[in-house]
């Protein structure tokens, strides 16, 4: 990757992930770059198309998928559910943690992935009780930046628990998350003690005065490129290892933050998703497929 896309990945992710001002970023981008176009057409290439890279269609044949909306933690609440049609057994279940945009479509395909992998699963929209995730979004990271993260930790509680209780499971849960999400996976980890492993792709991470707290199998994938996230994940990682939990951590070499969203051309890279992608499903058979 050249300098003027690394530096340009830079300025993005000050914008995506610090709520910086969309005309500044804007600004700073063309001055980057040398001329509007030429910045759009690389904001174009950073930011994700969440329909751009749909792996499993929304009417897959060997899925059932569907969205309800209620109330968990005493607030709205709407999830999007994927689970396999023939399953042999009784199934896990796993959360799916979306990235600062809420639940969009490329959630909802991620959530359709793992299912076919053999899980029962769960996208809860952790933007619902402002209304829900907004097309645009610009808005919908506003909106992240002003959520009530007890609430959210409540709700995504209140799903693990009906799903450990539900009979047509096998009552063992896992989540997955990414960037906002991954960074979640870590402090449900810390909040949830029956939650039995936790997959988390570039989070943030806790103190790591907090790693005594962790029940569950947790498994880091994080990017070599991302500074800005490592700096807490890897001192969780140590963290964890050093407090005797089961955790594992995987930084993939000279690949950037958001390496596994295949919706954004400049940052997705194959390889590593791959990789990633697999010891993610493998990570979660280890160790959620025991029957109770």
Not at 65 to 92: C, H, N
Not at 195 to 219: D, F, H, I, M, Q
Request: hydrophobic fraction near 45%; include cysteine.
């Amino acid at each position: 990757m050249t300098d003027l896309h690394s530096r340009a990945i830079a300025l993005y992710d000050a914008f995506t992930h610090d709520h910086r001002d969309r005309r500044r970023f804007m600004g700073e981008m063309v001055a980057l770059a040398g001329s509007v176009a030429a910045a759009e057409a690389i904001v174009a290439g950073i930011a994700a198309s969440p329909a751009a890279a749909q792996q499993v269609p929304v009417d897959d044949a060997r899925l059932n998928v569907g969205r309800a909306s209620g109330e968990e933690a005493g607030k709205p609440a709407t999830a999007y559910f994927a689970a396999p049609k023939q399953a042999k057994g009784k199934l896990p279940t796993v959360l799916v943690i979306h990235e600062n945009r809420g639940l969009n479509a490329h959630i909802e395909d991620v959530a359709r992935r793992i299912a076919l992998a053999g899980f029962r699963v769960i996208a809860p929209d952790f933007l619902a009780p402002q209304g829900g995730t907004p097309a645009d979004e610009d808005k919908a990271r506003e909106m992240i930046g002003t959520i009530d993260y007890d609430l959210a930790l409540a709700q995504a509680r209140s799903f693990l628990a009906k799903a450990r209780a539900d009979s047509s499971g096998n009552g063992r849960t896992g989540a997955v998350g990414f960037c906002w999400g991954g960074a979640f996976v870590n402090r449900l980890a810390v909040a949830e003690p029956a939650l039995n492993a936790g997959v988390s792709y570039y989070g943030p991470a806790p103190a790591p005065t907090e790693a005594g707290k962790v029940r569950a199998a947790l498994l880091l994938q994080l990017a070599g490129k991302d500074a800005r996230v490592n700096t807490t994940a890897l001192p969780w990682g140590e963290a964890l290892t050093k407090a005797g939990k089961t955790a594992t951590t995987h930084v993939y070499p000279g690949v950037d933050h958001a390496f596994n969203n295949d919706t954004s051309a400049q940052r997705y890279d194959a390889a590593a998703a791959a990789k990633a992608w697999q010891r993610t499903i493998d990570f979660l058979h280890l160790h959620l497929d025991a029957r109770r």
